[in-house]
Nanobody, 126 residues
Framework: QVQLVETGGGLVQAGGSLRLSCAAS????????MGWFRQVPGKEREFVAT????????YYADSVKGRFTISRDNAKNTVYLEMNSLKLEDTAIYYC???????????????????WGQGTQVTVSS
């Protein structure tokens, strides 16, 4: 298992930017696919972005493509989510997650991720 802690959430105006960080501790971070998901109360957890073990492959939800960038630094056991041009509908709790696989084929399914952080709130205001 790997333990995950997200930081970097907050309140930002529409059009602004935030960078989320997810620090991992435990075994084999560098060999895992990592993902970011988000959730609004009353709705299902939604896939945002994923990155394979070496950063070679990245996928994004259509709703964030071109605005968000996922990256990782395996030397620091950290994965990032750079969020630009934020919209009101980006408001959610953002969760970092780790898959046990280095290259997760079902990357947009929360059930494929076995470790989760506690989440960090992102609020976009008008």
């Amino acid at each position: 298992q790997v333990q995950l802690v997200e930081t970097g959430g907050g309140l930002v105006q529409a059009g602004g930017s935030l960078r989320l960080s997810c620090a991992a501790s435990g075994r084999s971070f560098s060999s895992r696919t990592m993902g970011w998901f988000r959730q609004v109360p009353g709705k299902e957890r939604e896939f945002v972005a994923t990155i394979t073990w070496n950063g070679g492959i990245r996928y994004y939800a259509d709703s964030v493509k071109g605005r968000f960038t996922i990256s990782r630094d395996n030397a620091k056991n950290t994965v990032y989510l750079e969020m630009n041009s934020l919209k009101l509908e980006d408001t959610a709790i953002y969760y970092c997650a780790a898959s046990p696989r280095s290259d997760e084929p079902f990357y947009n399914s929360p059930t494929r991720y076995t470790s989760w952080g506690q989440g960090t709130q992102v609020t976009v205001s008008s």
